[in-house]
């Protein structure tokens, strides 16, 4: 094997003489450059890692940013959610609970959380952890909501069973045939007066129809008035029992007399614009045990949701009653 040749320096002879090392230094030699370069190599890597990072270490830092973008919209689509489910629990409990007779739920029941703070404290060591632990309650709460409406809705059907009469003689559908809404004028609440013009307290709802269009009776009873009433012109007057009663008024015809028994959606009378009236339209009014209520809150079997939004804007945008 070769080695290589250095020169040293004789003093005794004033010249430089060929030496050869060997072996072993020659061996010290070479791991001293295999240790040198070895270390220099690491200490750039680290470097690299720790400034850069590594391949790794980018593939987790994309795959946490999608994780936390589809959290945010989860957490959008739970609002969302909890949104409708409170929109439900208001009608349950205004709505359907109080035409039943049932008592309602209330707000702070729905939203009711079980304390389970042993599993949010486990979410707390994770990245990002509020966000995460914010969205595990909104789900929680979705469910717990869910759960509970769905209860809710179960007793409602078998109060509904139970008072199945009841539910025919409650008015419960428009008092002319208005799928689309066409017939809407004026509804509940204070109204500019069409004649007397001063502001004036509307205790009905307006439908703006032909004369002659059907009028229909809203649920089961006996009809206890039907003729001239002042300024509510021809007028039909029915008592349903359980302590309702309306009052179909601006009438061109009666097609019924006092004490006649009607069912739901008999027609009783055709539209008009008699007593004191601005044009053909009839005044429909909703009492329960002598009080004045809101006819919109009475359609439950005529309207779904969406036209039952429609109709409360319609009548809230309209500043003038036709009577």
């Avoid at 220099?40 to 391949?55: D, E, N, R, T, V």
């Avoid at 270490?57 to 999608?66: A, N, S």
């Avoid at 939203?111 to 707390?124: G, P, T």
């Avoid at 329960?288 to 429609?310: K, S, V």
Wanted: with cysteine.
């Amino acid at each position: 094997m070769a080695h290589w040749i250095h020169f040293k320096y004789n003093p005794k002879k004033g010249r430089y003489e060929r030496s050869t090392p060997s072996r072993w230094r020659h061996f010290y030699t070479v791991v001293r450059h295999l240790l040198s370069g070895t270390i220099i190599g690491a200490l750039l890597l680290y470097a690299f890692i720790f400034w850069i990072g590594s391949p790794s270490q980018w593939r987790l830092e994309k795959e946490h940013e999608v994780l936390k973008q589809e959290y945010e919209v989860l957490n959008a689509r739970l609002d969302n959610a909890l949104e409708v489910l409170e929109d439900i629990g208001e009608r349950d409990d205004n709505l359907y609970r109080v035409i039943l007779g049932g008592s309602p739920i209330g707000v702070e029941a729905r939203n009711r959380l079980a304390r389970d703070n042993q599993r949010y404290d486990s979410l707390m060591m994770l990245a990002d952890a509020e966000m995460v632990v914010r969205v595990a309650q909104k789900m929680d709460l979705v469910e717990k909501q869910m759960y509970r409406q769905t209860k809710s809705f179960d007793e409602l059907v078998e109060l509904s069973r139970e008072q199945g009469d009841r539910l025919r003689h409650i008015p419960a559908i428009q008092p002319v045939s208005n799928k689309d809404l066409k017939y809407m004028a004026s509804g509940y609440g204070w109204r500019l007066h069409p004649v007397y013009n001063i502001r004036k307290f509307h205790e009905g709802m307006d439908f703006s129809a032909e004369k002659g269009t059907d009028v229909f009776a809203t649920g089961d009873g006996r009809v206890t008035q039907a003729g001239y009433n002042k300024g509510y012109g021809l007028c039909i007057t029915v008592d349903h029992g359980y302590g309702y009663e309306t009052v179909y008024a601006h009438l061109s015809k009666k097609l019924v007399n006092r004490g006649q028994s009607v069912k739901r959606g008999d027609k009783i009378g055709e539209v008009g614009s008699t007593g004191v009236s601005t044009g053909p339209h009839l005044h429909y009014e909703v009492h329960l045990r002598g009080a004045i209520q809101n006819p919109a809150n009475y359609y439950f079997l005529d309207l779904t949701p969406e036209q039952y939004e429609e109709m409360i804007e319609k009548s809230e945008n309209n500043g003038l009653s036709m009577d």
